[in-house]
């Protein structure tokens, strides 16, 4: 069996540049490195929140009421959520934790008068 011409371009260059291959190794070596460290912090992580999830007194929760719906009563519901504003939350209470309650109220005031301007705006382009 005759191997390829490219095989063999390669081949003998790698056999004329060592470092190329020595480099080549090395990066091989880093990214398993890499990939290794990647799943020890999955894992550790998985390890955690299985951890914290065993430490809830399950036991612990008590049903204080049952609410019935009849099947024709029309409740005074807020309307559902879609996913992006679920994220919207959860993003303004990791701010609102980390930055306090200044920074919070800023940036919903800043917020609120950006929806106020682009109300107006959008009553003068549609009109």
């Known amino acids: 069996m005759i191997?390829?011409?490219e095989?063999?371009?390669k081949l003998r260059f790698d056999a004329e540049q060592s470092q190329s291959v020595m480099?080549?190794?090395n990066y091989r070596v880093q990214w398993a490195k890499h990939q290794e460290a990647q799943r020890k912090k999955e894992e550790e992580e998985k390890e955690k929140e299985r951890v914290a999830y065993s430490q809830i007194d399950w036991h612990g929760f008590v049903v204080?009421?049952?609410v019935d719906f009849q099947p024709g009563e029309q409740g005074n519901f807020p309307p559902p959520l879609r996913p992006e504003?679920?994220?919207r939350r959860i993003l303004a209470e990791k701010r609102y934790e980390?930055?306090?309650v200044r920074v919070f109220f800023r940036l919903f005031r800043v917020i609120r008068?950006?929806?106020y301007l682009l109300g107006i705006f959008s009553k003068f382009v549609l009109t």
């Open 3 to 5: 191997p390829p011409k």
């Open 7 to 9: 095989l063999l371009g």
């Open 23 to 25: 480099e080549a190794v």
């Open 64 to 66: 204080v009421e049952t």
């Open 85 to 87: 504003d679920i994220g």
């Open 98 to 100: 980390q930055f306090g």
């Open 113 to 115: 008068g950006f929806r």
